[in-house]
């Protein structure tokens, strides 16, 4: 059967997004699979910078009738010729298993695993004993005007760009996501502010009683300073008094301190995946 990669218009974009909703709002191309005249899958490129080496994230999406039967394959290569010319290579958008049929296919159309992730799950109680110390170390040399304050009592819009700076997707996206969390009862989303301004922002959540870190970043001018540990110290505080018995965070292979929290707190190490990468010829 004939496939044929087209680029989305107008009328086709809202499929795309569909099979692919982690795109939406981001600075997209989207490309449409037709297999034997039906839809069949869709790619998205990402046409911002990201990572090192350099690249552009992608994502991409079969669907299930249609699989092993090329459509992936002319996707990635419709991908990779938009691209050519423009950067080093390509990511995917989201971290991908090492095993599987994900990984079989990455490494088959020329992706290797580059930046692994790490999830853990631990007791809250060792995590408080190795960061309380740590904590009260940073609080001594806080500025006098520093506190953490709930989300709904933060600046959303500030936080909305500080997320964007450090994830990408948009300050609209992100301030979506922060607005529908600030509503959200089980929700526990912490910001550290200096006086008036964002020094950080801790985005963690209840989930069948364990808290779900589901990201921690810092203002770049305050990176390595007081508002990271009084922030994580103030969440495992606020999970300790609900009541929540263990936490589970992730991060990036090379995120040392975070890697050696874990194992200093006893953390299982649960599935971890990974940031794909296909270098491009030109």
């Known amino acids: 059967m004939a496939i044929v990669i087209d680029r989305a218009g107008d009328a086709e974009a809202p499929a795309a997004i569909a099979l692919l909703p982690s ?59 938009l691209a050519d010319g423009e ?49 009260a ?13 709930p989300l709904a009592e933060a600046p959303l819009e500030e936080i909305g760009w500080l997320l964007s700076e450090a994830f990408g997707g948009g300050p609209a996206r992100a301030l979506h996501g ?17 006086g008036e301004a964002v020094a950080g922002a801790l985005m963690w959540r209840i989930e069948d009683d364990v808290a779900i870190v589901d990201a921690r970043v810092v203002a770049r001018q305050r990176r390595g300073a007081w508002s990271n540990l009084l922030l ?7 999970g300790k008094a609900v009541s929540v018995r263990r936490m589970q965070f992730h991060c990036d292979d090379t995120v040392s301190d975070t890697v050696s929290l874990a194992r200093r707190a006893g953390a299982d190490d649960l599935e971890a995946g990974a940031y794909y990468y296909a270098a491009l010829a030109s």
């Open 137 to 149: 170390r940073a609080r001594r040399s806080a500025p006098s005007q520093a506190r953490i304050v």
């Open 232 to 238: 994580l110290d103030a969440g495992l505080a606020a």
């Open 87 to 135: 950067c080093g290579g390509l990511w995917t958008l989201a971290a991908q298993p090492l095993v599987g049929p994900a990984e079989a296919f990455l490494r088959a159309t020329g992706f290797q695993p580059l930046r692994r992730q790490r999830r853990f799950e631990a007791d809250l109680d060792p995590l408080i004993a190795q960061v309380a110390p740590l904590a």
């Open 23 to 81: 795109t939406q709002n981001l600075p997209c191309e989207w490309l449409i699979a037709r297999r034997d005249g039906r839809l069949a899958g869709a790619a998205a490129i990402v046409w911002r910078g990201w990572s090192d080496p350099a690249g552009f994230p992608v994502a991409l999406e079969v669907i299930a009738d249609h699989r092993r039967q090329g459509v992936g394959r002319a996707l990635i290569e419709a991908v990779t010729a």
């Open 178 to 194: 922060l607005r529908r969390r600030a509503g959200d009862a089980n929700d526990r989303s912490l910001v550290a502010m200096d």
